[in-house]
């Protein structure tokens, strides 16, 4: 069964950059289109990203295109989030998910297993 964990949240100021990296073990990653996902306290989860099993497609959620990059590395088992411009709005629990099946879509029904999250807090 595959497994994920988050790393590199944190508190940031408006404007600032984190990098997010979620390190997969179980499994080989190479098999799973991976999503990036996050929520906010009263709100659903909602899809921020995803790529597809090799890298060479993503997808984002319109409010992080141009901000946020998704990229992956087969060989160490990791996908990364790189958030720059970071907005209040961004604060959120983000979680990272794996998807048996070939998807491109942020659609939380579609991904199989999940990490514990990790908080990404925005303020001045």
């Known amino acids: 069964q595959l497994q994920l964990v988050e790393s590199g949240g944190g508190l940031v100021q408006p404007g600032g950059s984190l990098r997010l990296s979620c390190a997969a073990s179980?499994?080989?990653?190479?098999?799973?289109?991976i999503g990036w996902f996050r929520q906010a306290p009263g709100k659903e989860r909602e899809g921020v990203s995803c790529?597809?099993?090799?890298?060479?497609?993503?997808n984002y959620a319109d409010s992080v295109k141009g901000r946020f990059t998704i990229s992956r590395d087969n060989a160490k088992s990791t996908v990364y989030l790189q958030m720059n411009s970071l907005k209040p709005e961004d604060t959120a629990v983000y979680y990272c998910?794996?998807?048996?099946?070939?998807?491109?879509?942020?659609?939380?029904?579609?991904?199989?297993?999940w990490g514990q999250g990790t908080q990404v807090t925005v303020s001045s």
């Open positions: 998910a794996g998807a048996r099946i070939t998807t491109m879509r942020l659609t939380v029904s579609e991904y199989d297993y």
């Open positions: 179980g499994f080989n990653l190479e098999y799973y289109a």
């Open positions: 790529i597809g099993r090799s890298g060479g497609n993503t």
